[in-house]
Each structure stands twice: as structure tokens, then as C-alpha cells.
């Protein structure tokens, strides 16, 4: 199972990004999809997830500004980030989980946002 993350890059407060994360096309049951971040010196941290019927759950300090989508057929998801913060800067990580519990990771993408 390969994830490909994309769209990252910088951008000035209160500007957009939209993320993008590739599933390879041979992973079946998958039940849970979510975006993660690491910033400098810290912890990896929740920021997003979608449930296969569909369910979102949101980070306290994204709710509002960031969504997340996926899209089936495309086996693709994506974050759409907008009011970007200097406090949103991190790499980012996608991350799935199938219905036997095995988790997958991408290789992150970094966003910057500049104030």
C-alpha cells in the first residue's frame, strides 16, 4: 500500500492550500481516512478524518477553516485548507486505516504559512 501526499508549499496567513493524498489502487477495506501534522519540536497531531459512511471529525483549531473530502472511485483524498495560520505550519500526513486495523502512512508534505 503506497500513499502519495501533494500540495503543500507557502503561502501567507489567511491564504489556501489544498492538499492531495494518492491510495494505490490495491487496497480494499478501507474504513478511516485522515490528515495528520508535525510541527518543530512537537507531536504528531490529529487534524481531520472522514469515515467510510462519510462521518467528519475535526481538530478544535481547524474547525471551520479546514475540510476534508475524499474521493472513492479516485481511491484520492484531499484537505482543503483555508485562513491558513502561521500555527498551521507543519508537514503534513495521510493516513488510512483498513477494516483489519492495518495503518498506513504517506511521506508527508510541508505546508508554511508566513505572517
Known amino acids: 500500500v503506497q500513499l502519495q501526499a501533494s500540495g503543500g508549499g507557502s503561502v501567507q496567513a489567511g491564504g489556501s492550500l489544498r492538499l492531495s493524498c494518492a491510495v494505490s489502487r490495491n487496497t480494499p477495506g478501507i474504513n478511516a481516512r485522515a490528515w495528520y501534522r508535525q510541527a518543530p519540536g512537537k507531536e504528531r497531531e490529529f487534524v481531520a478524518s472522514i469515515a467510510s459512511n462519510g462521518n467528519t471529525n475535526y481538530a478544535d483549531s481547524v474547525k471551520g477553516r479546514f475540510t476534508i473530502s475524499r474521493d472513492i472511485r479516485q481511491n484520492t483524498m484531499h484537505l482543503q485548507m483555508n485562513s491558513l495560520k502561521p500555527e498551521d505550519t507543519a508537514v503534513y500526513y495521510c493516513?488510512?486505516?483498513?477494516?483489519?486495523?492495518?495503518?498506513?502512512w504517506g511521506q508527508g508534505t510541508q505546508v508554511t504559512v508566513s505572517s
Open positions: 493516513y488510512v486505516r483498513n477494516v483489519w486495523s492495518a495503518e498506513y
